[in-house]
């Protein structure tokens, strides 16, 4: 279902219709640009990957990936005092890595570690911040679909970005 304004009309058809109604009466330009100012710039190859990234993370979110690294990450800080935020951190850095999606991430590791946060001593609020933290992190370390998209609107190289993600995501995660 479409979201709706007031009168019961699709938002994007609000949208869609302000638009050519201020165009019109600016004398900006006629419907043929909007349409394919509308339609021109989605003709972009980078841009399917933004889909993609999604389906990818929440397919390995639905196949057990994420448990499985919160097994792994828990069964390498296991014996450190804060063992469960740690391993959350690693399994959502891991995680974001692999699926370039931070909402996936938050997500998938979100649904396995807040039980256990509102069991623990950390209780459920530190949990569910750890747990935002870390799709802030995700979004920094490549891939991720912000740099995509940034590099498409300031039409800046997208491997390049993803070089320079690297050391900064991985020190974020680390501190």
Known sequence: PAAR??????IVVALFT??????????????????????????SFPLLAVP??????????????????????????????????????GSASVFGA?????????AAIGKLTLPTFEKGPYGRQFGISLVAVTGVIDAI??????????????????????IAGVVPGLMVASM
């Open 5 to 10: 304004l007031v009168g019961g009309i699709p």
């Open 18 to 43: 302000s638009a050519a109604v201020g165009m019109y009466a600016r004398g900006l330009g006629s419907l043929s640009q909007l349409h394919s100012a509308l339609f021109g710039s989605l003709d």
């Open 52 to 89: 993609l990234f999604i389906l990818a993370g929440e397919l390995m979110g639905r196949g057990g990936i994420a448990r499985r690294l919160m097994e792994l990450t828990l069964s390498m800080f296991g014996g450190i005092r804060g063992s469960l935020p740690l391993a959350t951190i």
């Open 98 to 106: 692999m699926s370039g999606s931070s909402v996936a991430c938050v």
């Open 141 to 162: 370390i490549p891939p991720s679909i912000p740099m995509i998209l940034y590099g498409i609107t300031a039409q800046a190289s997208v491997p390049h970005l993803f």
